[in-house]
C-alpha cells in the first residue's frame, strides 16, 4: 500500500500548493521570453528575432530546417541566415518553434527517474498531437493552425508535470494504476496552470484545461474543440473503419467544427507527413 499512500501524499502536496499559488511550475527558457515578447510588438523586426534566436542553436537550427523544407523553400534556395529563415516561415511558426524549443529544454533538464518510459511517451506524443490539431484547424478554419499546433505541444504538460514530480516518490510507480488515477485527476488543471503561468492566450488555457470534459459539458471555444478532435483522431489505431470515422463526426467537437467523416480521414491520412514537413520529430 506504500504506493497509493505516496500518491495521496502526492496529491495532498499539488492541493495545498495549488490553493497557496505556490506551485513550483516549470518556467519558460529566457530566449524564449525574449522571442515572444518581441514578437507581440507591433510590426516584425527580422533582425531583431534573427538576433534572438541565434543565442539558442537548437531553437535556430528548427527554424532553418523548417524554412529549407520542400514546404517553405518554394522556388527559394536553401539558406543559413536566420534573417531569410524566419520571414520564410512567418511570426506564427517562429512561436511554435519556440514553444517546442521550451518543451526540449523542460525534456532536457528533467531529473529521470522510473518516470522515464512514461515521460519518453508523453513527449513524442506531443509532438504527434500536434500536428494534428494544425490540420484540425487548418480543415475546420476555426483557429490558426499555428496557434492549434502550440495547443498540440503543451496539451500533455501537466502530465509531464506530474510524471517529474512522482520521481520524488518512487514508491507510486509500485502501483500503477494509483499512479493512472492521480494523473488523469490532476492533469489538466496543472495543465493550466502552468499554461497560465507562462502567460500564453486565454484561449490555450481553456483548450488544456478543458480537453477531457464530458460531450455534455458547458460550450467552450474553437481551440478546445480543436484539440479534442485532433485527440480524438490521435486515439485511432490503425485504419480506420468507415463506421468508426461516420460515429466520430457525430462528436460534438466534430460539429462544432463542422468537420465530416471525410475531412476527418483527410486528417488523419495526413498526420504524420504533417509532422515531418512541419519539423516536429523525436
Known amino acids: 500500500m506504500t504506493g497509493v499512500h505516496d500518491a495521496f501524499a502526492l496529491v495532498q502536496e499539488l492541493a495545498d500548493e495549488l490553493s497557496k499559488g505556490e506551485i513550483q511550475l516549470p518556467s519558460l527558457p529566457r530566449a524564449v521570453v525574449r522571442l515572444r515578447n518581441e514578437l507581440a510588438k507591433p510590426g516584425f523586426d527580422v533582425p531583431r528575432l ?5 543565442t539558442e542553436p537548437a ?3 528548427s527554424i532553418l530546417t523548417m524554412a529549407n523544407s520542400v514546404t517553405f523553400r518554394r522556388a527559394g534556395k536553401e539558406t543559413l541566415d536566420l534573417k531569410i529563415a524566419i520571414p520564410r516561415i512567418g511570426a506564427g511558426k517562429v512561436q511554435a518553434l519556440a514553444v517546442r ?21 508523453e513527449w513524442a506524443l506531443g509532438l504527434r498531437v500536434a500536428a494534428t490539431c494544425y490540420l484540425v484547424a487548418e480543415k475546420s478554419r476555426a483557429v490558426k493552425p499555428d496557434e492549434a ?10 502530465r509531464i508535470y506530474l510524471y517529474s514530480r512522482a520521481d520524488r516518490h518512487p514508491a507510486i510507480f509500485d502501483t500503477p494504476v494509483a499512479l493512472q ?12 496552470a502552468i499554461v497560465e503561468s507562462w502567460e500564453l492566450p486565454a484561449e490555450a488555457a481553456e483548450a488544456v484545461g478543458r480537453q477531457d470534459e464530458d460531450e455534455d459539458g458547458a460550450p467552450c471555444g474553437d481551440m478546445t474543440y480543436v484539440l479534442r478532435g485532433a ?40 498526420r504524420e507527413p504533417t509532422r515531418l514537413t512541419l519539423g516536429l520529430t523525436d
Do not use: Y
Not at 495547443?151 to 501537466?158: A, K, R, S, T
Open 50 to 54: 534573427a538576433t534572438l534566436a541565434s
Open 59 to 61: 531553437l535556430a537550427a
Open 231 to 270: 485527440l480524438l483522431v490521435q486515439g485511432i489505431e490503425g485504419e480506420p473503419a468507415d463506421e468508426t470515422v461516420s460515429e466520430m463526426a457525430q462528436r460534438r467537437a466534430f460539429r462544432a467544427l463542422r468537420l465530416g467523416p471525410a475531412e476527418i480521414l483527410a486528417i488523419h491520412e495526413s
Open 181 to 192: 488515477e492521480l494523473v488523469e485527476s490532476w492533469h489538466s488543471n496543472v495543465a493550466r
Open 149 to 158: 499546433l502550440i495547443v498540440g505541444l503543451i496539451h500533455n504538460i501537466g
Open 101 to 121: 524549443f521550451a518543451m526540449q529544454q523542460l525534456k532536457l533538464h528533467a531529473e529521470l527517474g522510473r518516470s522515464r518510459k512514461l515521460l519518453e511517451r
